[in-house]
């Protein structure tokens, strides 16, 4: 009996243990997809980065001791100092998804132009001048493995490297350059062994630098005084023979809170597709989250006057503004007034396809102000305002509009037979659409900004609204001359998305 109530008791456990370890599951907000178009063009973009990287690059000096027999000189000490490489080509490179590995770098047929100083001891003599070292043969291959740090950066690291140089041809200048460039062929042999040993420690120690560098990417980026958008890692990247997945957390929090909301992101499949360098997928979780980030923020309650509301309705109504503005100072007997809207919970976000809409429930309250008093209620009601969200790319920033669909007031029972307050409903309708919304739409072109490497741009970037996200496909662009921090970029690679969804469904 005790045998069996054991087993029992071990068999819940397992079971518990497999429903807590599948509850746990987190899923991403966000997910990036570089294809094998991007490794291509990162081939050209990595050669310009490394040309910028080497001319600023302090090369170790290169030293070592040689016998020349043809001289009867026992030994030659020689020291290759102050190294530049002036000129360097790699026709043949190529990089290649490793499934469940990494991406293979290979390059062979290489080329290098190198100046040095230099410097030679024996018994007999010493001599200091200038040499070129033209090296070709080039080899290079390797495995570059992605995976993530305990703070969700992410990291590389380089197995399986192997690097040679096949020839070495090594010109002298100065006063005695055709004496020492007799004796220049024996030591490109020794040349070329030393050089080889330190190849790759010395990639090796480029990509720890490079690790350094990722370390300090802010993963946690504050978008406005409001709210911070978490961007690390939750997993390793996933590597397939066509593309690598980078699995982001994708959440925005409070600005002073950063406690998970009250749900859970949900998973989703990107579509199958290769055209672009890059596919962004946004999930209808992370704009949940930056809706209940700041709900909880109060950055959804705003209070208006009179001259701000005239100014608003101005502007953004062609004209009736002037009208609307007088309208409501009769209604009101030219008191001053004051709009204060509050939203009553977080936006309602949905993602269909072809269809992104925000539904904001909210309070609407109408007070008067007199110069000598505090501020009285004449009327307040409930709302619900139903929009439909534009989008568009800036840079490296994805930036929301709204538009007003539909307006539904809920009157207290006690207020629905009052003629004053259904006076209000227009007017109320008008300050919505003309002067809250353009508000709103101010400050929402600051944007969420988007992933993206250091001095990396978007370009030919598209939307698509998919149910449960929606699908950003763009090219990628370096520029050198891109002072940026490894976040987000300026303005350019613009595509607004007005009117009808181009959606599809996903794949």
């Known amino acids: 009996m005790h045998t069996k109530i054991v087993g029992v008791f071990w068999r819940c456990f397992f079971l518990w243990n497999l429903y807590t370890s599948s509850a746990q599951t987190i899923y991403p907000g966000i997910k990036a997809r570089a294809t094998q178009r991007a490794l291509d063009y990162g081939i050209q973009a990595g050669m310009e980065m490394i040309e910028q990287m080497l001319k600023e690059k302090n090369i170790p000096d290169l030293k070592g001791s040689e016998s ?5 000189v026992d030994y030659v000490n020689y020291n290759f100092s102050n190294i530049k490489i002036n000129a360097f080509s790699f026709p ?16 062979n047929h290489g080329t290098a132009n190198i100046s040095t100083d230099w410097e030679i001891k024996s018994p007999l003599f010493q001599d200091t001048g200038g ?14 493995v992605l995976a993530r740090n305990d703070f969700g950066h992410p990291i590389l690291k380089l197995q399986d490297c192997y690097a040679q140089v096949n020839h070495a041809h090594v010109s002298f200048s100065g006063e005695l350059s055709v004496l020492y460039n007799s004796f220049a062929e024996p030591m490109e042999k020794p040349i070329l062994k030393n050089l080889n040993e330190m190849l790759c420690p010395i990639i090796m120690n480029e990509v ?30 996933e590597i397939t023979e066509n593309y690598i997945n980078l699995n982001l957390k994708g959440v925005v929090y409070p600005l002073e809170d950063l406690t998970d909301p009250p ?6 499949v990107l579509p199958e597709r290769s055209d672009s360098m890059l596919y962004v997928g946004i999930s209808e979780f992370f704009f949940k989250s930056a809706s209940f980030a700041y709900f909880t923020a109060g950055a959804f309650n705003v209070t208006l006057s009179t001259k701000e509301i005239s100014n608003h309705l101005v502007q953004n109504s062609q004209g009736v503004g002037n009208v609307l503005s007088r309208i409501a100072e009769i209604y009101i007997l030219s008191q001053p007034f004051l709009v204060r809207v509050m939203a009553t919970e977080p936006p309602v976000i949905s993602l269909l396809p072809g269809n992104f809409t925000l539904d904001i429930p909210a309070s609407i309250m109408i007070l008067t102000q007199s110069k000598n008093s505090t501020a009285e209620a004449i009327v307040s009601m409930d709302f619900v305002a139903s929009t439909s969200v534009g989008l568009v790319i800036l840079g490296q920033r994805l930036v929301c509009s709204l538009s007003l669909n539909r307006f539904r007031l809920s009157l207290p029972e006690s207020n629905r037979s009052n003629i004053e307050v259904l006076r209000f409903e227009n007017i109320l309708s008008s300050i919505l659409h003309f002067g809250i919304l353009p508000l709103a739409n ?36 370096y520029e050198t001359s891109l002072k940026q921090q490894p976040s987000f970029h300026g303005w350019e690679g613009l595509n607004f998305i007005n009117g009808q969804w181009r959606g599809k469904p996903a794949a």
Do not use: C, M, R, W
């Not at 020349?68 to 009867?72: A, R």
């Not at 990417?217 to 978008?223: G, N, P, R, S, Y």
């Open 68 to 72: 020349l027999e043809f001289l009867k």
């Open 92 to 107: 043949n490179t190529s990089l290649a998804f490793v499934p469940g590995v990494g991406i293979k770098a290979l390059t």
């Open 208 to 237: 720890e630098a490079l690790n350094a560098n990722l370390s300090t990417i802010e993963v946690l980026t504050k978008i406005d005084n409001y709210t911070l958008l978490d961007y690390s890692l939750i997993s390793s990247p």
């Open 263 to 268: 749900f859970s992101p949900v998973p989703f």
């Open 442 to 477: 101010a400050k929402l072109q600051q944007g969420f900004p988007l992933p993206n490497p250091h001095k990396i741009s978007f370009v030919n970037s598209d939307i698509e609204v998919f149910e449960g996200f929606l699908l950003i496909s763009t090219d990628l662009k």
């Open 131 to 144: 040499a070129d070292l033209f090296l070709s043969g080039v080899y290079f291959t390797g495995i570059i």
